[in-house]
């Protein structure tokens, strides 16, 4: 009786265990396949990466050489920008210096002299004005 009961209870671990070993294949092979899958499509996507990443270091580079000539022309510029006003700045004051002395002559010849404006810090215009006006005149103090 006792053999017949140890037997039986290997017939049943003998058939959970090959239960388990069909099971456990059947796994293997879904998760080679997936592999493959992944394999077979990976491939295709690193290649393009590649291609991709080749791509923009040769816009780089491209991109490099252009900021470079962008320097170098900006350079060029402040340079000519430089020497043009060192080159016509200093004669183009001295001829707007000249024009305001030549019109200043003519206008005097032309016309009786203008008082010259007086600033007076901290009043209004018109109490300088008239402060201006009382001095010419002889009555300082008035405002």
């Known amino acids: 009786m006792a053999g017949l009961l140890v037997a039986v209870f290997w017939a049943i671990l003998v058939s959970f ?3 388990v070993l069909v099971r456990l294949a059947q796994t293997l092979r879904a998760a080679t396949r997936l592999v493959t899958g992944v394999t077979e499509q990976a491939v295709p996507l690193l290649t393009e990466a ?3 990443v080749r791509s923009a270091q040769s816009q780089l580079s491209r991109v490099d050489a252009i900021a470079a000539d962008v320097q170098e022309v900006t350079a060029n510029a ?3 920008s ?3 006003s060192t080159a016509l700045g200093g004669p183009l004051v001295k001829v707007a210096a000249f024009g305001y002395g030549v019109r200043r002559a003519l206008g ?7 008082p010259r404006s007086t600033v ?8 300088a004005r008239r402060a201006g006006r009382a001095r010419r005149d002889g009555r300082e103090g008035e405002d």
Request: proline share 11%; aromatic share 0%; charged share 20%.
């Open 108 to 114: 005097r010849r032309n016309g009786p002299p203008r």
């Open 17 to 19: 265990l090959a239960v």
């Open 78 to 80: 402040s340079a000519l």
């Open 50 to 52: 590649s291609e991709t």
């Open 82 to 84: 430089s020497t043009v």
């Open 120 to 127: 007076v810090v901290g009043r209004s215009v018109p109490a």
